[in-house]
Antibody, heavy 120, light 113 residues
């Protein structure tokens, strides 16, 4: 069965770029049946949808984060990545990657999450 | 963007009793071509990722106990837990998966009374 695993630095300096990678195992990111998404949960707050990417490279992003977010994929490594620029303390959160259906879009497989703290 | 709201913010229910969580969207989530509502419910326990419970407003994900049910259409939806178990303590989120960005509701925290 498909599993997702987030990886990346747990600490990022303010104004720098947060970079995370999600490794997909047990399935191929190339299948064409799914979107690959990023979601976060700041401490004490609710879930926030960040964006998603399809195998063609087509992306959709959160309106509030659109100017700072880039999601990309590497089919040779079966991974997809999140870059969030100009981070502040407000970007401190648990970051999740997830799989959503191409046509129905609900997210049925999630990574365990990785905590990113923005601090100097 | 579609705005999702949930009520109540928190809820305390006795074991074995019914728990009801409401979710409202600022636009209809009903896709008339297939008569499906693009609304999902997730359960998140402390230290765990969210878990999909319900999609298309009322379809239970495989393996989810049948005490969980979803209902509603258009802009108003409900998640019902028919007989609360101790393991159901969690935060519950609704999410619209119709229009991007796929916004979440703010969450409802469910605890045992």
């Amino acid at each position: 069965q498909v599993q997702l695993q987030e990886s990346g630095p747990g600490l990022v300096q303010p104004s720098q770029t947060l970079s995370l990678t999600c490794t997909v195992s047990g399935g191929t990111i190339n299948s064409g049946n799914y979107y690959w998404s990023w979601i976060r949960r700041p401490a004490g707050k609710g879930l926030e949808w960040i964006g998603r990417i399809y195998v063609t490279g087509s992306t959709d992003y959160s309106t509030s984060l659109k100017s700072r977010v880039t999601i990309s994929l590497d089919t040779s490594k079966n991974t997809f990545s999140l870059n969030l620029s100009s981070v502040t303390a407000a970007d401190t959160a648990v970051y999740y990657c997830a799989r959503g259906g191409r046509y129905d879009s609900y997210m049925d497989v999630w990574g365990k999450g990785t905590t990113v703290t923005v601090s100097s | 963007d579609i705005v999702m709201t949930q009520s109540p913010d928190s809820l305390a229910v006795s074991l074995g009793e019914r728990a009801t969580i409401n979710c409202k969207s600022s636009q209809s989530l009903l896709y008339r071509s297939n008569n499906k509502n693009y609304l999902a419910w997730y359960q998140q326990k402390p230290g765990q990722p969210p878990k999909l419970l319900i999609y298309w407003a009322s379809t239970r994900e495989s393996g989810v106990p049948d005490r969980f049910s979803g209902s509603g259409s258009g802009t108003d939806f409900t998640l019902t837990i028919s007989s609360l178990q101790a393991e159901d303590v969690a935060v519950y989120y609704c999410q619209q998966h119709y229009f991007t960005p796929h916004s979440f509701g703010p969450g409802t925290s469910l605890e045992i009374k």
